[in-house]
């Protein structure tokens, strides 16, 4: 088990990552990285998540072109990296999707977010570099990848070796992010 300051460190040193070496990622480390996903919590553990990893090259380059904006020039290094993981949300069970209705709530986002949180730090712990690209074309990745219609596309990760240096993180101050028994 990590301990709390190597935990603690890895969130720290975890990045989102635009360049990436032409070097393939082994498919044991991809392996460990979805299984974090999968193993992650869920609302009513209604696990509404299906990870496709895209590594075979024209299919990869297909799904990274529905991931970016030539005209705003976003994503376009997506192209780059080795290995795409697509994140896909189907219908929660019964008693999450309960939830989601007495609440007003959709608990499969958040679900999606945890699951997606744990495999970029699974990534991170295995010495990759990731991003999350939430910029996409749902229609045409499912298209791409015969994702049924009731399904959606949420998020791609970018998984790939990389060089890039690690950035100074800018974030709030804690005192104005966090507070203890009163907001």
Not at 75 to 80: G, S
Not at 92 to 97: I, Q
């Amino acid at each position: 088990m990590t301990d709390s300051s190597g935990m603690l460190s890895l969130i720290k040193t975890r990045q989102s990552d635009r360049k990436y070496l032409d070097r393939p990622v082994e498919k044991e480390k991809i392996e460990r990285i979805t299984e974090a996903g999968r193993m992650s919590p869920s609302a009513c553990n209604g696990q509404p998540w299906h990870f496709i990893v895209v590594d075979e090259p024209a299919l990869r380059d297909m799904v990274a072109a529905a991931s970016e904006s030539q005209v705003l020039r976003i994503n376009t290094f997506v192209r780059e990296a080795p290995v795409l993981i697509v994140v896909v949300r189907g219908k929660s069970n019964f008693n999450s999707r309960a939830g989601d209705l007495i609440k007003q709530k959709d608990y499969s986002l958040i679900d999606i977010g945890i699951a997606t949180a744990s495999m970029v730090y699974q990534a991170t712990a295995e010495g990759l570099g990731t991003c999350i690209i939430g910029w996409i074309d749902n229609k045409r990745i499912r298209k791409i990848l015969g994702i049924p219609a009731s399904k959606k596309v949420e998020l791609v990760i970018s998984v790939g070796y990389t060089d890039n240096r690690w950035r100074d993180k800018s974030r709030k101050p804690p005192g104005d992010v966090i507070t203890f028994n009163r907001y």
